[in-house]
């Protein structure tokens, strides 16, 4: 993903480069989040916005680094 550009603010933009990183690397989101016990709908709506807070913000985090390879 490129951090420069987005900086991990929740957007459909960063949701979007997000599951590409994912894809990249030969996985998916939705795989991810099956084996990190996460709610792929939760997951979504954090990354585009949708869900905020702490929480939200933990997850944000937690996928991104994932989607880079760094979780």
Known sequence: MDG?????KPSPTLYQHTRADFVRRG???ARWCKCAD????AARKALIGEWTGRKASELVARVVAASDGRG
């Open 27 to 29: 996985e998916s989101l």
């Open 4 to 8: 420069s550009a987005l900086h991990g």
């Open 38 to 41: 996460v709610d792929l709908s």
